[in-house]
């Protein structure tokens, strides 16, 4: 195996890992999303459960009242982290794309060495078959 095969299978290796990471990214951005939507219908049922007309409606609105100011600071940090997941995200989905590039270079590297050694040892048989030039046939 020459040098050209072992960077072609590094740069596999590498890329395969940086799909582990964007695969992390993208899971830990879909939990973040889900976990958003259950603040909000979280929310929804508080706002759902203030009832005016009811005699125990005045007991529980300050309670109510922290558990919507509690889900409000959740759903800042939920969107803070969503962000910065993002972020990581592009960034391992440009990391990917590079790595796929230098692999993509390795591999024709790769192949034109292996081209390369063939044609070498055909024109060394086809030159083993020729006489040569002076010589006897």
Do not use: C
């Amino acid at each position: 195996m020459n040098d050209a095969d072992k960077r072609a299978k590094r740069m596999e290796r590498v890329l395969k890992v940086q799909v582990q990471k964007r695969q992390i990214e993208e899971w830990t951005l879909t939990h973040l999303k889900q976990r958003h939507a259950e603040i909000d219908q979280a929310d929804r049922e508080i706002l759902q459960s203030l009832d005016p007309s009811s005699e125990l409606h005045g007991l529980f609105v300050d309670a109510k009242v922290k558990s919507l100011r509690r889900n409000d600071l959740a759903r800042r940090d939920n969107l803070k982290a969503q962000a910065e997941t993002e972020g990581r995200l592009r960034e391992a989905r440009r990391g990917e794309k590079g790595v796929e590039k230098r692999r993509d270079e390795a591999r024709r590297e790769a192949g034109s060495a292996s081209e390369a050694k063939t044609l070498a040892s055909n024109v060394d048989a086809f030159l083993a078959r020729v006489p040569a030039p002076g010589g006897r046939r």
